[in-house]
């Protein structure tokens, strides 16, 4: 029934090491995010796609990258993880409509960086 | 001034109370308004969207001041099942509909 599916669920990762969590849907939501979440903050844009189109939040680290091949999938990488880096990475979709848009979110990929 | 801005509680409160959460955001151009529930470690869900003339939800009522710039959130009669973040969240201008901005959150315990 999972309708926006994310894996890992939870990723330990060194210092350094590149991570890449993945994002799928089965929604054909035409638009795509990424959320950071640390503890007991507010979820806070990173980038999304609307469609193809890639749009940058201008204060997301070029640590913080991210692809869209297809429609169903985004993919999140990390290329240096560092201790600042742990928190809940959420993705959400949404069908940008003339009405109000409403996210749909994933389970969430929790990071640990070691 | 952040965007969007929120108690972060924690309120709590006894089982059957009545409580209410407010929210005020700070772009008086902004457009679209929600709340949504977080469950500990889990992710964000829709509980409802808030319309100009007010709205509510079985025990939800939610409301819009647009002179005072903030929302609001009313539960009545308070359930266990109810302890959880309430996130407000703000569209913060026309055509801005991809950019959604979240409050901090704000901790509801439904106590026994």
């Known amino acids: 029934d999972a309708m926006v599916i994310q894996n890992p669920r939870y990723q330990v990762t060194q210092f350094g090491k590149p991570v890449t969590l993945s994002c799928s849907q089965t929604?054909?939501?035409?638009?795509m995010y990424w959320y950071q979440q640390k503890s007991s903050q507010a979820p806070k844009l990173l980038f999304h796609?609307?469609?193809?189109?890639?749009?940058n939040e201008a204060d997301t680290p070029d640590n913080f990258q991210s692809r869209r091949p297809n429609t169903s999938f985004c993919f999140l990488d990390i290329r240096s993880p560092g201790l600042g880096d742990a928190a809940m990475y959420l993705c959400?979709?949404?069908?940008?409509?003339?009405?109000?848009?409403?996210?749909?979110f994933g389970a969430g990929s929790r990071l640990t960086v070691l | 001034r952040k965007e969007v801005e929120q108690d972060p509680g924690p309120f709590n409160v006894p089982e059957g109370a009545t409580v209410a959460f407010n929210c005020t955001y700070s772009?008086?151009?902004?457009?679209?308004f929600f709340w949504y529930r977080q469950d500990c470690r889990k992710e964000p869900k829709l509980l409802m969207s808030?319309?100009?003339s007010g709205n509510e939800d079985g025990r939800f009522t939610a409301q819009l001041n647009r002179a005072s710039q903030y929302i609001s959130l009313l539960i009545r009669d308070s359930k266990l099942s109810d302890s959880a973040t309430y996130l407000c969240?703000?569209?913060?201008?026309?055509?801005?509909?991809?950019?959604?901005?979240f409050g901090t959150g704000t901790q509801l315990k439904v106590e026994l």
């Open positions: 959400a979709t949404s069908r940008i409509s003339s009405g109000a848009n409403v996210l749909t």
């Open positions: 929604l054909n939501h035409n638009v």
């Open positions: 796609y609307y469609d193809k189109d890639f749009n």
């Open positions: 772009n008086s151009a902004s457009q679209s």
């Open positions: 808030v319309y100009s």
């Open positions: 969240v703000v569209i913060p201008f026309t055509g801005g509909g991809n950019k959604l901005t």
